[in-house]
């Protein structure tokens, strides 16, 4: 297997997250700075600038000069202060829990039971049961006399007395038929290409309908967060899709039959599989193998490994009646808990102290076929929880793979988050195939390819960032997330879009001027710091203490961390061109690290985690 080394790794959060009264905004003490820093950013790598998503990302301008908005650019300076200065979690989606794929491993298929939905309106989803399961291979419809079925047809079996052998059906065939007495359920199988694939066909019976609980409503559609179906739903009008043998979803070649997209909505006449207690439709699922959401919340593993105190500043959780922030909510800014609504949001806000202007961009463009992004989920426990010393080994035969949020490893206290986000500095190298081009044919439909504008290294960008009322020591950090190589030689922030392929790298010069406490009102001259003059001016003012996660950040942020000869990408197979799904699939990796139950097939169990960012090997393979 060709090694590789993942494109982001994580800086370890402080112990605890220190929080003060903020200055205010009353007055100016004479202990105290106000001024302008003069920004030049010089690109050091290709860069992706603009907002959007999806296809739409797109280059801001003012009066025909291309710019980069102020609160961009604030973002980035403030994601690496965050870091720098150890303070709270403000953007993390807190309620965030996975969804995995069930694997082969579950046995718990028994309790499903096929349903058609009887009733779908706001108030109400009801199924009724569909009884005596026949599965019926896709041959044994007349092709292509009666059309293939689709998911909740109605069909006719031709099945002449011991036909249906264990629940399938091994002679005679079946029609679709709008008389008929059966639906069928057409789903993909997931099986390999060319093996033939198998529908439940249920009788339709006029039994008392089951209603669903409004949770399996809740955990269903939730199931659906970032499946394909879900892509699919959002960019189509036709909720129909043709499936060939072997399950694939196709626009060409044989169709064997039509599945329903997922959208999130129910449709009266259309099968699942359900499980019922008491009467009622605990779960639903749209074929046998589907989806299941992780347990413990990024929320719950912060809380339970005594990291409460990085929740967002405003926070109940942390919110002590008084206002006490962080240094980066001190420095730019506290919208509150995002949660409460009430009055109370705008006594935990804090405007900061710091503004960013726009900065107008001065370099050569190209455009670019930007590859899509086939970046794991958080859901990959191997990477985004913390596993512990060395590896955890599946010696118990459970039900999950460790890697899932949820699993055995999460038994007694679920792990903790590894730490903040960062990717690698580092693009594709001479003689690499450029990984942020895309290759090779739209081999999935699902994973849209962008046109984008991407700015040549040497790229300058150009801006003026105020700060009012700021300590000398909180200058010394702003100026420091600006231009990190005041801190650690050879380190560079990183700006805009399409990190994982290693691109927005920028060095800067910077200029200050500067006047103390109300100099400024009284006619003073003010004070300057040149560029050459900013790392001891920085080195004199900054009052932290070495920090246990500098030593991530400063790896993280170098412009060169020296991380060997493999290519920094997403696992491969190794199969198809770089940029295509079943080259960045992975998933001979994925399978070999998530620390499966053992069994005939999977040998290997271990469940192999991200190295530590300051580890010098970061190959992984
Ligand atoms: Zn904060």
């Given at each position: 297997m060709p090694g590789f080394i993942n494109p982001y790794t994580f800086v370890r959060f402080p112990e605890t997250v220190a929080r003060t009264p903020p200055a205010g905004h009353e007055g100016i003490s004479d202990d105290r700075l106000m001024g302008t820093i003069s920004v030049e950013f010089t690109a050091v790598s290709r860069l992706l600038l603009g907002s959007g998503s999806g296809e739409d990302f797109s280059v801001a301008s003012t009066g025909g000069q291309q710019v980069i908005p102020g609160p961009g650019l604030k973002g980035a300076i403030r994601s690496f202060h965050e870091a720098f200065t150890g303070?709270?979690?403000?953007?993390?989606?807190?309620?965030f829990v996975p969804v995995h794929r069930d694997n082969l491993?579950?046995?718990?298929?028994?309790d499903l039971v096929l349903a058609e939905v009887v009733q779908s309106d706001d108030d109400h989803l009801s199924f009724r049961e569909l009884r005596d399961v026949v599965w019926v291979r896709d041959?044994?419809?007349?092709?292509?006399?009666?059309g293939e079925p689709a998911s909740g047809d109605r069909v006719k079996l031709q099945a002449?007395?011991?036909?249906?052998v264990r629940g399938r059906l091994t002679s005679g065939s079946a029609t679709v038929d709008p008389n008929g007495d059966r639906r069928i359920l057409v789903a993909?199988?997931?099986?390999?290409?060319d093996r033939a694939m198998s529908f439940a066909t249920g009788r339709i019976t006029a039994g008392d309908p089951w209603p669903s609980s409004a949770e399996a409503i809740e955990r269903f559609v939730k199931s659906l967060e970032g499946s394909a179906d879900a892509k699919l739903a959002a960019t189509r009008q036709d909720v129909r899709r043709r499936i060939q043998r072997g399950g694939t979803a196709v626009e060409?070649?044989?169709?064997r039959g039509r599945r329903r997209v997922e959208n999130g909505t129910f449709t009266v006449g259309q099968p699942y599989w359900v499980k019922v207690a008491n009467g009622e439709v605990t779960e639903i699922r749209p074929s046998l193998m589907w989806r299941h959401l992780g347990a413990h919340s990024v929320e719950d593993r912060l809380r339970k490994n005594d990291k409460?105190?990085?929740?967002?500043?405003?926070?109940d959780a942390v919110w002590n009646g008084t206002l006490e922030l962080c240094p980066s909510c001190q420095l730019f800014g506290s919208a509150g808990a995002k949660d409460d609504e009430n009055a109370e949001t705008e006594q935990r806000s804090y405007r900061g102290h710091v503004f960013v202007g726009e900065a107008t961009i001065e370099g050569d463009s190209s455009g670019l076929q930007l590859a899509p992004l086939g970046s794991p989920s958080?859901?990959?426990?191997?990477?985004?929880?913390?596993?512990?010393?060395g590896g955890t080994t599946?010696?118990?035969?459970?039900?999950?793979?460790?890697?899932?949020?949820?699993?055995?490893?999460?038994?007694g206290k679920p792990r903790g988050l590894l730490g903040r986000k960062f990717y690698w500095a580092?693009?594709?190298?001479?003689?690499?195939?450029?990984?942020?081009q895309r290759r090779g044919v739209?081999?999935?439909?699902?994973?849209v390819a962008r046109d984008v504008q991407v700015f040549s290294p040497g790229t300058q960008l150009t801006t003026r960032i105020q700060f009012v009322n700021v300590t000398p020591a909180q200058l010394a950090e702003l100026l420091v997330s600006i231009k990190p190589a005041l801190k650690w030689e050879g380190t560079v922030l990183r700006i805009g879009g399409g990190k994982p392929f290693g691109f927005g790298s920028v060095t800067a010069a910077v200029g200050v001027t500067f006047w103390k406490g109300k100099g400024r009102y009284l006619g003073d001259e003010p004070s300057r710091i040149e560029d050459g003059e900013a790392a001891e001016w920085v080195k004199s003012n900054?009052?932290?203490?070495?920090?246990?996660?500098w030593p991530d950040l400063k790896r993280v942020s170098a412009?060169?961390?020296?991380?060997?000869?493999?290519?920094?990408?997403?696992?491969?197979?190794?199969?198809?061109?770089?940029?295509?799904s079943a080259f960045d699939s992975g998933f001979g990796f994925w399978k070999r690290s998530a620390?499966?139950?053992?069994?005939a097939r999977i040998q290997n169990s271990e469940l192999i985690s991200l190295p530590e960012a300051t580890d010098q090997d970061q190959e992984l393979n």
């Open positions: 303070s709270c979690l403000r953007v993390i989606d807190l309620d491993n579950v046995a718990d298929h028994r041959d044994r419809f007349r092709f292509p006399v009666d002449p007395p011991g036909s249906v993909d199988s997931g099986a390999k290409v060409t070649g044989p169709v409460s105190s990085l929740l967002p500043c405003g926070h958080p859901g990959a426990a191997q990477f985004y929880l913390d596993n512990g010393e599946n010696t118990v035969n459970r039900s999950r793979p460790l890697a899932e949020w949820g699993s055995s490893a999460d038994s580092v693009e594709s190298r001479p003689g690499e195939a450029d990984r942020a739209a081999d999935d439909p699902t994973r900054l009052d932290l203490d070495e920090k246990a996660w412009q060169d961390p020296e991380l060997g000869d493999a290519p920094v990408w997403y696992p491969s197979d190794g199969n198809g061109q770089p940029g295509t620390g499966h139950p053992p069994s």
